[in-house]
């Protein structure tokens, strides 16, 4: 499904934002929303389909089944499926509401439907039925609510600041092509980068039974959390950027760059580190096995580093983004599979799911010590230094003392609870031990700028 999205979700943020700073008509953006639905429901049926023909044959010849019945998996998939594809159409709604820039809102959204897939769901698996079907049928039902109530709100906002003077049918295919270049792009590097973060789960799900894959895919569940604090952030600052770019304000860009990147290194790095630090303590709190925590410690600290990195290889995308030129993204993105897959491939097959997790990890570490020094001096000469030092470092040398004497000096209970109580503790230190200096240093700065201002006011 994220093939198949072809680039036309971030567009469509992009267009929304270019529209409200008035590079764009509210005709135009109707009449672009309107062909994207028809684009994005034609597809929705077409998987819908495909997937009710094809859940038996992966149940039977591509996962390696052990003791659930394969009428149980075919359905499981089935429901998987279809949940998934709803899921991809939601997205388009939620990129209407991110171009509007309707962060609260979606913020809240956000926490509900969270709340909704993970949380209320535990009653069910407890005092209802813990089976597949009935887990993923719940799934189902919240990715049909999801989509229901993000159209709702996107009409909402199409109806007081787009209008409803013209009838529209529902494809344009003018309207399609004014951004297909760009969409092109963004559907290249999307699918590439599909591909690449799906391949580690594709490849393993074939080689390792369905209960090892579960210890892996339970990492990479955890680890994901780093990943959702920088997707978050880029949701929030691509529509500001686009907008302040349509305005011509390549200052506020750069500034609006490197704060948002020491605040959100401010969260992520502390995040990282604790789960580089503490993944086995971290993984007996979440599930009380300490079988499971001493599989699968590895490879969640592994893919929490090449998390962090990736949040961060993806600041120059921002830029290029705002800028509607992805020409070295697209570059950057084949370069990254070209180097990630035979890698993958080989140390998977050696060494199973530790062997991807260091696939990963490497990669992102190379795509940050090289290409984004690359990016930056190609879009902003003189930038990369001060944003490697000044912004990422900073929280980096702040946090990673703390979490290096945390390690050495914590006893872990073997008492479940407690060792909670202590977990709590580390991720406040280390929370305290970036955010803490990063407030004071922009309060500083505003006070220096404050100065500075007032010295000019009265030399003139």
């Not at 769901?121 to 079907?133: A, F, Q, T, Y």
């Not at 370069?335 to 990963?360: D, E, N």
């Not at 000469?381 to 990422?392: A, I, T, Y």
């Not at 703390?402 to 991720?427: D, E, G, K």
Request: proline share 3%; hydrophobic share 50%; with cysteine.
């Amino acid at each position: 499904m994220q093939l198949l999205d072809l680039g036309m979700t971030p567009t469509l943020i992009r267009e929304t934002a270019r529209y409200r700073g008035g590079e764009s008509s509210q005709l135009e953006l109707k009449k672009l929303i309107r062909t994207l639905e028809t684009i994005f429901y034609g597809i929705t049926l077409s998987a819908v389909f495909l997937s009710y023909l094809f859940s038996d044959s992966v149940a039977i010849n591509w996962l390696k089944v052990e003791h659930l019945p394969l009428d149980i998996v075919g359905t499981s998939i089935q429901l998987t499926a279809i949940a998934v594809v709803l899921r991809w159409v939601s997205s388009l709604y939620r990129g209407i509401v991110t171009g509007f820039e309707e962060i609260v809102w979606l913020s809240t959204y956000n926490i509900f439907i969270a709340l909704s897939r993970f949380i209320f769901v535990i009653p069910i698996i407890l005092w209802v039925d813990n089976g597949p079907v009935s887990f993923f049928g719940y799934q189902l039902l919240i990715s049909l609510t999801e989509v229901l109530l993000l159209r709702l709100k996107a009409y909402s906002l199409y109806a007081s600041k787009v209008g409803k003077k013209s009838n529209i049918s529902f494809f344009h295919w003018e309207s399609l092509k004014g951004v297909l270049r760009f969409s092109g792009t963004i559907a290249f590097t999307a699918s590439t980068w599909a591909i690449v973060t799906q391949a580690d789960k594709l490849i393993l799900s074939k080689i390792l039974t369905l209960t090892d894959y579960a210890y892996f895919t339970l990492a990479i569940m955890a680890s994901s959390g780093i990943a959702v604090l920088g997707n978050t952030s880029g949701i929030a600052l691509m529509p500001r950027f686009s907008k302040l770019s349509a305005e011509n304000k390549n200052n506020e860009i750069l500034l609006l760059y490197r704060t948002s990147t020491k605040f959100i290194g401010a969260v992520t790095i502390p995040a990282s580190l604790a789960l580089a630090f503490f993944a086995q303590p971290i993984l007996f709190i979440w599930t009380g096995d300490n079988e499971i925590a001493s599989k699968t410690a590895k490879v969640l600290s592994l893919y929490s580093i090449g998390n962090c990195f990736l949040v961060f290889n993806a600041f120059p995308y921002y830029l290029q983004y705002a800028y509607g030129n992805l020409r070295l993204h697209l570059i950057g993105s084949i370069l990254f599979v070209l180097f990630f897959l035979p890698t993958l491939i080989y140390y998977s097959g050696q060494y199973g799911a530790v062997g991807a997790s260091w696939s990963w990890m490497l990669a992102n570490f190379i795509c940050f010590i090289f290409w984004v020094a690359f990016l930056h001096k190609q879009l902003s000469p003189g930038l990369h230094l001060k944003w490697l030092f000044n912004d990422v470092g900073f929280s980096l040398i702040c946090c990673l003392p703390f979490a290096i004497a945390l390690n050495y000096f914590i006893s872990w209970p073997f008492h479940r609870l407690q060792a909670f109580f202590v977990l709590l503790i580390v991720c406040v230190v280390l929370i305290l031990s970036t955010l803490v200096p990063t407030l004071l240093t922009q309060h500083f700065i505003k006070i220096a700028d404050l100065v500075r201002i007032y010295e000019k006011y009265t030399t003139r």
